[in-house]
């Protein structure tokens, strides 16, 4: 799914049912919902039940996770898009990611199979996330990592050929750190282009775009705006 990014370099999401989600704003007045040319508005139903990618249940949990979680692929229409992995090998019982080799975590830990693998392992580990099936099947999944040869496995319980779609759900996004309550809270690394900062339950949270980031969609029709700037992009 494409995101349409307009903002420079805040994005701040409030709670209101009268704003439409990713609607941009301009003005100069004080409070949560002020805007500048530098700020983008978005509208979110509710408050988020989780920061949790992988615990995410309700249309504002979905959101906050495309934003603070990158995914393995994308999709446009029927066609599956790179993400953090550039290329992939499938099968009826499972892919071979190779992940991209410029990718950082919020947190300027280089992304590395290992990680991208653990994020994944706890998506579908005994204590399932709620998605897990829609992308992984009945059968569930190990996933491993080779990090000398840049790729993660995932090795399915039992055939399922939509094993690439699912990964395209933000609930499939991948967290750099496995910490349960610094995920709730928003707090672990990521791999989107944003970080949480103020949040104010029941009327904002403050996402800040990263200038490290560099996974950037590609898709053939890319939406109105401008991406944020990358100052330490070379």
């Not at 399932?128 to 998605?131: C, E, H, R």
């Not at 401008?226 to 070379?234: G, I, L, V």
């Given at each position: 799914?494409?995101?349409?990014?307009?903002?420079?370099a805040v994005?701040?999401?409030?709670?209101?049912?009268?704003?439409?989600?990713?609607?941009?704003?301009?003005?100069s007045?004080?409070g949560p919902?002020a805007?500048?040319?530098d700020?983008?508005?978005?509208?979110?139903?509710?408050?988020?039940?989780t920061?949790?990618p992988?615990?995410?249940?309700?249309?504002?949990d979905?959101?906050?996770?495309?934003l603070?979680?990158?995914?393995?692929v994308?999709?446009?229409?029927?066609?599956?898009?790179?993400?953090?992995?550039?290329?992939w090998?499938?099968?009826?019982?499972?892919?071979?990611f190779t992940?991209?080799?410029d990718v950082?975590?919020?947190?300027?830990?280089?992304?590395?199979?290992?990680?991208a693998?653990a994020?994944?392992?706890?998506?579908?580990?005994p204590a399932?996330?709620?998605?897990a099936?829609?992308?992984?099947?009945?059968?569930?999944?190990?996933i491993?990592a080779?990090?000398a040869?840049g790729?993660m496995?995932?090795q399915?319980?039992?055939?399922?050929s939509?094993?690439?779609?699912?990964?395209?759900?933000?609930?499939?996004?991948?967290?750099?750190?496995?910490?349960?309550?610094?995920?709730?809270?928003?707090?672990?690394?990521?791999t989107?282009?944003?970080?949480?900062?103020a949040?104010?339950?029941?009327?904002?949270y403050?996402?800040?775009?990263?200038s490290?980031?560099?996974?950037?969609?590609a898709?053939?029709?890319?939406?109105?705006g401008?991406?944020?700037?990358?100052?330490?992009?070379?």
């Open positions: 799914m494409a995101r349409s990014i307009r903002s420079t994005l701040a999401a409030s709670l209101t049912a009268a704003l439409l989600a990713g609607c941009a704003t301009t003005g007045g004080g919902g805007a500048t040319a700020t983008l508005t978005m509208a979110l139903t509710s408050d988020p039940n920061f949790d992988a615990k995410g249940s309700a249309a504002s979905y959101q906050v996770a495309g603070l979680y990158e995914t393995l994308r999709r446009e229409g029927d066609e599956v898009l790179p993400g953090l992995a550039e290329s090998e499938v099968s009826p019982d499972g892919a071979v992940l991209r080799d950082t975590c919020s947190d300027g830990t280089p992304l590395t199979p290992s990680i693998a994020s994944l392992q706890r998506f579908a580990g399932a996330a709620p998605s099936p829609q992308v992984f099947g009945p059968g569930g999944a190990t491993t080779d990090d040869a790729t496995t995932v399915l319980g039992a055939p399922w939509d094993l690439l779609y699912g990964l395209v759900i933000p609930q499939a996004g991948i967290a750099c750190s496995t910490d349960e309550a610094a995920l709730q809270a928003g707090q672990a690394p990521g989107g282009p944003y970080t949480l900062g949040a104010q339950r029941g009327a904002s403050m996402f800040t775009a990263r490290d980031y560099t996974v950037e969609p898709y053939s029709e890319m939406p109105d401008r991406r944020p700037p990358r100052s330490s992009r070379t």
